[in-house]
């Protein structure tokens, strides 16, 4: 099995190593668990700033210091927009804490959790609590397969889809192909919308534009928002939406229970700095 963490002077640390030019390094306490699944090595970890943190690949997924940032940003802003939602479909999101707070809203009833990798969602649920809150919700129904497929095989079905991939290489490159984006458009039902996170528009700025642009060809409308998460690499993350109908927040108030997200967040996330206004 490959090693994706280092000992230095006696420590023992985890070097992110998915970038040429930058290599983000965190010291941890220990390695909780770790398997080499079919798809690719799944760990979690515990360090010393973050937490526990779900690691693919030696990649940084979630952390329990940060998770909930992202995870609560990809989920109720979409949530926000659409005045009814009551089928929900999660493409990747194998930590749970997407899923986590799709289930908040009493009014959805089934939300399918379409993952690629059995054993992270084994993981998290097992040693990431912090993260997946040992999700266990009757509407939960999870289908152990590919997004791209099960999105070809679903028309007409779904009011959101969130789309919450690991990054564009891997199993997750497939989650960013504008064929993928119309197949969701197809799953979705006539006044449906979607949202996918489309990475650092500081660091990857041609992915997110690159995201941002394809869905812009398919949904009558689209919208860029961001948050700030600390050990996303680029830190200022963002997410795009692509909607059939539905375009505005437009919830009286907001009132779920949450770390991140409140009202005047779920408005304010579409103001775009100066050097984002493309994206408006
Ligand atoms: N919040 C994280 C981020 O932005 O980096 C990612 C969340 S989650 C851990 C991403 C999940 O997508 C992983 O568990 C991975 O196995 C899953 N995934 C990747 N490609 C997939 C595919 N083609 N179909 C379904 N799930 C996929």
């Known amino acids: 099995m490959t090693t994706y963490t280092q000992q230095i002077n006696g420590d023992t640390w985890l070097v992110e190593n998915d970038r040429d030019n930058l290599k983000i390094s965190y010291r941890l306490k220990e390695i909780i668990a770790e398997e080499q699944s079919e798809f690719q090595h799944v760990m979690i970890v515990d360090s010393y700033d973050f937490g526990r943190t779900l690691v693919l690949d030696g990649v940084v997924q979630t952390t329990s210091a940060d998770g909930h940032i ?43 959790q379409v993952e690629i990798d059995q054993t992270v969602v084994k993981l998290c649920l097992e040693y990431l609590p912090e993260v ?58 006539a006044d449906g919308l979607m949202v996918c996170q489309s990475m650092s528009p500081f660091l990857n700025n041609e992915i997110t534009a690159q995201t941002y642009g394809r869905i812009g060809e398919i949904f009558v409308h689209r919208k860029l928002y961001i948050a700030t998460v600390p050990t996303y690499p680029g830190a200022l993350w963002s997410f795009t939406i692509g909607s059939k109908k539905y375009h505005d927040v437009s919830i ?18 579409f103001y775009l700095p100066e050097r984002l206004q493309d994206f408006e």
């Open 132 to 189: 997946s809150g040992r999700l266990s919700d009757p509407r939960v129904h999870f289908h152990f397969t590919d997004g791209m497929k099960y999105v070809k095989e679903h028309q007409d079905e779904y009011d959101v889809i969130i789309v919450d991939s690991s990054d564009p290489v891997g199993p997750g490159e497939a989650l960013f192909a504008k064929t993928f984006y119309q197949d969701v458009y197809q799953a979705l039902k």
């Open 70 to 112: 992202y995870n609560e940003m990809i989920t109720h802003v979409p949530l926000a927009i659409h005045p009814n939602a009551k089928k929900v479909l999660i493409i990747g999101g194998g930590d749970c804490g997407a899923a986590r707070e799709v289930a908040k809203y009493e009014q959805i009833e089934t939300i399918d």
């Open 252 to 269: 009286p108030s907001f009132e779920k229970q949450t770390k991140y997200v409140n009202y005047n967040i779920l408005h304010n996330c």
